[in-house]
């Protein structure tokens, strides 16, 4: 084991050095200024090593419906420990635990939901997310396993649609997973809407659109361009539904169809790829990005969002999160935007913009061209 107070690593950098001397961390504690900043970099810390205990604090108030409860008015601990039916004790620490997450608050003996924990179930998608998470955290229980590779994640056969159009053969599936990713999809959209203005556009072709939520939200945004969903054939009825309930069916053709057998329709000037390519390996990117080439006219626009790395700048949500997510479905990876830059350019596209994102956990936007 290193000890820290006596080893002397020569390639270390010099403020690593100094976080492993224990004699820089006792006098950090005695100087007032510093004292503040030691004590600042333990919380964080200390929240990395006890995040795990966190997230399943939330799952139980998740799972007990005590959120739910909560938004009917202010409740006893009594009253929520008898509806979840958890003994008293147990539900004082979880409740302290949801108050310590700003999740809840108590005044007075009564419990009530504060803005964050309101924030938690109105945010679509996040509740079913959190409600998914058993799945990520067994595949998680033995890290080292995971990493090395030694197990066989069960999140890769969560959402076996990123096989191909044989893995969505299951109507009952594609619907699990459509519901997942539609929730969110009202965020994502208007993100990518606030950064990329489509109003210009002729034709738009959402590939791997799902139950067509950006589509829906491009066509409330846009009254112009006409719209183009493309996606397997078992995801495409949702599509239908969705187009009918928001009055822009006689604006969308619906072509059912997989990117992987078979170029991609032509006809569109911009087309669009909203969360897809994480979910695929570089070689089937390499492979859609070039297809998405063919089917555009010159001048033609391709856009791209979805979570991204931070590459150089690493980011919390998306490379500990999205990364590790995308490692245990195991088919994808979660790419930064240089990554996402060099697939576009050898693919033959220029005018490369990296948009960023307002919430990178939510999405990151890229745009290109295909040269006139
Ligand atoms: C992660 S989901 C994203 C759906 C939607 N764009 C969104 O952001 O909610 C990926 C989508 O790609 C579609 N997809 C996967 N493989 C495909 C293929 N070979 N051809 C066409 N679509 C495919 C899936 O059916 C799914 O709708």
Same mark, same amino acid.
């Given at each position: 084991m290193l000890?820290a107070s006596t ?6 950098g ?8 224990p004699? =820089? ?7 007032p200024g510093?004292k503040?900043?030691?004590r ?5 810390? =200390?929240?990395i %090593?006890?995040?795990? *205990? #966190?997230? #399943?604090?939330? !799952? ?5 419906? %005590?959120?739910?409860?909560l ?11 008898a509806f979840a039916? *958890?003994?008293?004790q147990?539900?004082?620490? !979880?409740?302290?635990a949801?108050?310590?997450l700003?999740?809840?608050r108590q005044r007075r003996?009564?419990w ?10 109105a945010?679509?998608g996040?509740?079913a997310m959190v ?6 955290y ?7 396993a995971f990493f090395r ?7 890769a ?19 699990r997973y459509?519901? !997942?990713?539609?929730?969110? #999809?009202?965020l *994502? ?7 990329v203005?489509l109003?210009g556009s #002729?034709?738009?072709?959402d590939?791997g659109?799902?139950t067509g939520?950006?589509?829906a939200?491009v066509g409330a945004?846009?009254?112009? $361009?006409?719209l183009?969903l =493309?996606?397997? $054939?078992?995801? %495409?009825p949702?599509?239908?539904?969705r187009?009918a309930?928001s009055?822009?069916d006689p @604006?969308v053709t619906? !072509?059912?169809g997989s &990117?992987?057998s078979?170029p991609l ?5 911009t087309?669009?790829l909203?969360? *897809?390519?994480y979910d ?11 297809k998405?080439f063919q089917a555009l006219p010159?001048?033609?626009?391709l856009?791209?969002?979805e979570?991204m790395s931070?590459?150089d700048?690493?980011d919390?949500?998306?490379? %500990?999160? =999205?990364?590790?997510y995308?490692?245990?479905m195991q088919?994808?990876?979660? @790419? ?6 060099a697939l576009?350019?050898a693919?033959? &596209? ?7 994102g307002?919430?990178?956990f939510?999405?990151s936007v ?5 040269p006139?």
């Amino acid at each position: 084991m290193l000890k820290a107070s006596t080893a002397r690593p020569s390639g270390l950098g010099f403020a690593a050095r100094l976080g492993l001397s224990p004699r =820089f961390h006792a006098i950090c504690a005695r100087i007032p200024g510093l004292k503040h900043i030691a004590r600042a970099e333990g919380r964080a810390l =200390f929240d990395i %090593v006890s995040g795990f *205990v #966190q997230s #399943q604090a939330l !799952l139980a108030l998740v799972e007990l419906r %005590v959120l739910h409860r909560l938004t009917e008015g202010p409740l006893p601990a009594g009253d929520l420990g008898a509806f979840a039916r *958890v003994a008293p004790q147990p539900m004082a620490v !979880l409740l302290q635990a949801g108050a310590a997450l700003g999740l809840m608050r108590q005044r007075r003996g009564l419990w009530r939901l504060t803005t964050r924990g309101a924030a938690f179930l109105a945010v679509p998608g996040l509740e079913a997310m959190v409600r998914h998470h058993p799945v990520l955290y067994r595949d998680l229980a033995d890290p080292v396993a995971f990493f090395r590779g030694e197990t066989q994640p069960e999140l890769a056969g969560f959402w076996p649609y990123v096989f191909g159009a044989g893995g969505v053969a299951d109507p009952a599936l594609a619907a699990r997973y459509s519901e !997942l990713m539609a929730d969110s #999809q009202g965020l *994502v959209a208007a993100d990518t809407l606030a950064l990329v203005d489509l109003s210009g556009s #002729q034709r738009i072709m959402d590939v791997g659109g799902g139950t067509g939520a950006f589509l829906a939200a491009v066509g409330a945004a846009c009254r112009g $361009p006409e719209l183009v969903l =493309f996606d397997l $054939p078992a995801v %495409v009825p949702a599509a239908k539904a969705r187009f009918a309930a928001s009055g822009i069916d006689p @604006r969308v053709t619906i !072509l059912p169809g997989s &990117f992987r057998s078979g170029p991609l329709p032509e006809g569109a000037d911009t087309i669009s790829l909203v969360r *897809v390519l994480y979910d695929h390996a570089d070689s089937t990117v390499a492979d859609l990005l070039a297809k998405a080439f063919q089917a555009l006219p010159p001048g033609g626009r391709l856009v791209i969002s979805e979570p991204m790395s931070g590459g150089d700048h690493p980011d919390r949500a998306t490379d %500990v999160y =999205f990364s590790v997510y995308t490692l245990a479905m195991q088919t994808g990876r979660t @790419r930064s935007a240089n990554e996402i830059t060099a697939l576009l350019g050898a693919a033959g &596209f220029a005018d490369i913009k990296n948009y960023g994102g307002f919430r990178p956990f939510v999405t990151s936007v890229m745009t290109a061209r295909r040269p006139i």
